[in-house]
Every structure is written in C-alpha cells, then in structure tokens.
C-alpha cells in the first residue's frame, strides 16, 4: 500500500500577513504608530455572514473564537486589523510552498486552498526511514515560518481527515492509524450536510461506525456517491491525484499587514522577495536580466516598473538597489497594500561570461554602471552610440542600446576607414550655422553629394579651417556658393 502525508496549513493566509508583518518591522527612524499598527490582534474574515475564519494568539486573548461574527469580534477591541479572506492569494501561497518542497521531496499534489499531500513510499529509500524524511521535512519547512498539521495516512483522504483532526500523527503502523481514523466523528468527513444528517439520523457517530456496515449494504441504503467516498479512504479504489510541477517562472505577491505610504518602508518587505527570487535562481542556474515591480494602491491603479540588468545576475543586495533607486524616482497615488514581484527575462550565466583575458577593473562593470544610471535617471536617458551606414555627417551616427555593438563603420575598397584620409570633428552642431565670420581654410575640399533617395539629398564641399580666435572649424561650401560652420574641432 502507498503510504501518504498530508500538511494542512489552518491559518495559511494569516501566517503570511504576519510573515510580511516581520519583513515590516520598524527601525529606529520609522514611527510609533507604525510599530502599534504591526503589533495589533488580527483576523481573517470570510463568507456571506463574516465570520471569523483565522485569528491570531492576540485575537484569542481577545475572546475571540473561529466562527464568531464581524460585529462579535469587532466589539472586542477597537485596535482589532480585519483582512477579507482571499482564496487566490492561499492558493497561491500553496504553490510557493510547494515550490519550496520540491527541493527534498519529489511527488507533491496541491489540495487547495490549504493542503499539500506527499507521496511517502518513494521517499523511503533516500531518506533510509520515515522518521529521517519528516526531520528533513520539517527542519526545511519551519524556514518559511508557516504553521501547519501533517499526519500520515494509506490513503489521501485519510491522511487529509487525520491531519485536521489529529495535527502530528505520523506512522507507517496500519493498524495504528486505522484505529486513529476509526475514532474520528461522523461529522469530520468531507461529505454534504444533508447526508452527514442522514448518517447520523441512523445511529452513525462516528467513523468507526460507518466503516462496519458492508460497502454492500451501505449501496443499497445510500446513493453511489457515499459508496465511492469510503472506498477512497479506506484505500479500496485509487484517488485521483494531480502531481505538482515546478513554476519555470518566478512570481510572488506579498500583502503588507498595514498600509505604507512612505516607499522608504518598503525596502525590508522588498528584500524578502528578491532573497526568495535568488534562490529560485541558483537553483536552476539562471540569472535575473528583467524585473517587473507591482505596487498595489489602495483605491488606485496598480504602478508597473519595469527594472532592468543587462548584464543579469541572482544577487538579491544588487537587485535591491536597482529597486531603491527606482522608486527614488516613484510619486504614490495611496498607500501601498500589496507588492508584486516577477521575472520577466532570464539567461544562462555562461552567456554573460566575459573572455578568459579581458581586464577587469574596478568592482562595478559597465553593464552594472549602467543599470544604475538608468534605474536612477529613466531608461530613454542613457543610450549609447553607434556608427550608421550613412555619408551625411548629422545621420553617420545614432543612439542604441547602452553597450551593444556599434554599428559598421563604412569601409572603402581597400578595406581602411575612410577617417584616415579625412579629418572628422568630435562635436557637430545641432544644426549647421551660417558662417559669418573670417577663416582661414587649411585642408579640403571633401566633397559629400548623396542623400537624393529619401529628398533630403546634400550637395557640399567640407574644408578644415581656423578662425581668429583660433579655433579650428569643420565648414562647408553648398552648391548656391554658401558657407556653413558644421562642427568644432577639439
């Protein structure tokens, strides 16, 4: 028979809220009330009437209890922090823990919104035995400092029912947890109310009761479907199982505890993802080229940034401060709920390795430079340049990616610039000015005529020369006789 393990996480979403609570924590300069906010009783509510759902140690110091209503609770304390129950956010809470469980354990399904079954029997064999596996187990999960029951069971359901009920059961003893299901009440199955009540009408109590009718006789007093659900966990017919498969993308959503207005606040919560998104990487090999930062408003539309590394790496600290430097440069619509945090490009490491004999300098590489520059001053505000196929000086050259490689420069028949037989200045004008003053013309002319199939055709000799002042010119002669200063030599 296979042996199963179930963990059930009761307070899956509160747990996170105080996890994001801790990347929150104040420091020295951040203020009291900040401090009082992360500090105060909370509870998760849900459903049509509001009930309380999850509570902390705080609110159970309170009075106040799982199930009791809004108003109840409310009427407690008026520090109390109320969450609205979110399934999509435990799901997905589910998915990273299950992430984080693949690394020591292969066959993982998702028992949503707040389960996570094993599959124990193939695990045995590396862990030598049980006990080995549920120590490796939990010393790996107690790091994300979640709260969880695990109990083991022949079949998932009974792994399932006897983690909720027992919390810490874990044995490959058949008799033993045979004998722990058998005790367990008619009402802890997860069956519908109305044949929970038609079970119990008939004298059933607890599971033990229902085991010892028959499946025969339990056919023919009840529908097919009660048939199927004891076969499945007594471990009669197989259950259907969807085995988890690891995300080849990295994305997380973390919800703050209370809202931040001041982005400064936000570098500790931040932090805890990039350290997340560093060991998604390096376990798989992969550098980060391009984040893509959420910041959830309250009443508000969501602000994108997009941060980008050309040369890509896993480090958390220098991803970190390519985001401080970002939203250096961020005003706030409302106060931040929630942030998100996603890759959008990866590359291998050995793609980005420089040549074995090239010189490095320094501790920041251009590509780090220039990561800094554009977090700090916008993209479209550093570029870099190169060479494009064109004879008109003011289109021979144009803006590219920072680092990427230049253009070809035009090349005669023998293969040589054509810089080396003239002279080029290093700065143009913005736009040729008309030449109103005396020079002396030293070298020329250069004649430059094309351009006549996109109408913007030029017809010009260029000459070097120096003026009074003694300032060496690049000027041209057009085809109507006049002159035109274009550059200025350095």
Known sequence: MTLWLYLHFPTIQLDKLKIAAQAQT????????????SSRPCIVVGGRDNTVMQLDQAAMQLGISEGMGLAGAAARSRDLLVHPYDEADESRTMREIAQWLYLITADIALFAPQGLLLKVSGMLAMYRDLSHYLATLRSHLDTQS?????????????????????????????????????????????????????????????????????????????????????????????????????????????????????????????????????????????????????????????????????????????????????????????????????????????????????????????AGLVALLQAKLGEQAVQGLAVCDDLRPELASGYCTPLSAPGTPLLEKSGRLSATDYLRPVFLLPSTQPLQHKVTVHLGPERICTGWWDAHGVERDYFVAQDEQGRWLWVFRDRQQRWFCHGVFS
């Open 146 to 366: 979640f709260t969880y029951r695990y109990a083991c069971g022949y079949s998932p359901e009974a792994a399932r029912l006897l983690a909720q009920h027992h919390g810490a059961l874990v044995s490959e003893d058949s008799a033993m947890l045979e004998s722990a299901l058998h005790n367990l009440p008619l009402m802890a199955l997860s069956l519908p109310s109305k044949q929970l009540e038609r079970l119990r009408r008939v004298g059933f109590k607890t599971v033990a009761d229902l085991f010892a009718l028959p499946l025969v006789e339990l056919g023919k007093r009840f529908d097919c479907e009660l048939v199927q659900y004891v076969s499945r966990l007594r471990g009669k017919v197989p259950h259907p199982v969807t085995f988890y498969q690891p995300e080849p993308e990295f994305e997380r959503h973390l919800p703050l505890l209370y809202d931040i207005e001041n982005l400064d606040w936000l570098n500790k919560p931040l932090l805890k993802l990039l350290v997340q998104q560093e060991q998604f990487l390096r376990l798989r090999n992969r550098h980060a080229r391009q984040l893509t930062l959420t910041l959830y408003q309250r009443d508000a539309e969501p602000q994108v940034l997009e941060i980008g590394r050309a040369e890509g790496t896993d480090r958390a600290d220098l991803w970190l401060i390519l985001c401080d430097l970002k939203l250096s440069n961020v005003t706030l619509n409302g106060p931040v709920q929630a942030i998100g945090l996603k890759v959008t490009e990866m590359s291998q490491p050995d793609e980005l390795m420089p040549d074995l004999f090239t010189e490095r300098r320094g501790t920041m590489t251009p």
């Open 26 to 37: 104040p420091d020295a300069q951040q203020s009291a009330e900040v401090f009082a906010a």
